[in-house]
């Protein structure tokens, strides 16, 4: 098992990589060029800046039993197929069960745009979040723990 990250754009890259560390996981951060990392101890993976560049190179790492920590909902459809966990950064977890209904919105919202609708964005992140965030990758990492 081990945690791979879209780190673009990812608002708990140093939670994820700590809380990886605290279960002595492997971790791995993707991003493109854009973005900027460092750890001590995750890997850290740098693709070219490009349209899902960093995203086709974390799905092609996936693995059955690994936990993927993405926003990205057509990253977390492929993902899911390859038999990982899927966890969004407020501690979502990204299933089987909804992961339908989180591209149809998706779609929805992509149409809508198109059409010129403004949407609101999403308020601002708060502590609660995080929190949330890193307590469903704990509950996520010692489900899996119990499966192996």
Known sequence: MRILIDADGCPV?????????????ACIIIADTAHF????????????KGADSADLRLVNLAVKGDIVVTQDHG?????????????????MEIND???????????????????GVRLKGPAKRTAQQTRDFTEKLEMLIKTERKED
């Open 75 to 91: 990253l977390a459809a492929l993902c899911l197929s390859k038999c990982t966990k899927v966890i969004d950064q407020n501690g």
């Open 13 to 25: 890259v140093r939670e994820a990589v700590s809380t990886a560390k605290k279960h002595g996981l």
């Open 37 to 48: 990392f460092e750890s001590d101890y995750a890997e850290v993976i740098t693709v070219d």
């Open 97 to 115: 069960f909804n992961i339908d209904a989180l591209l149809q919105s998706r779609y929805n919202s992509k149409k809508l745009r198109a059409a």
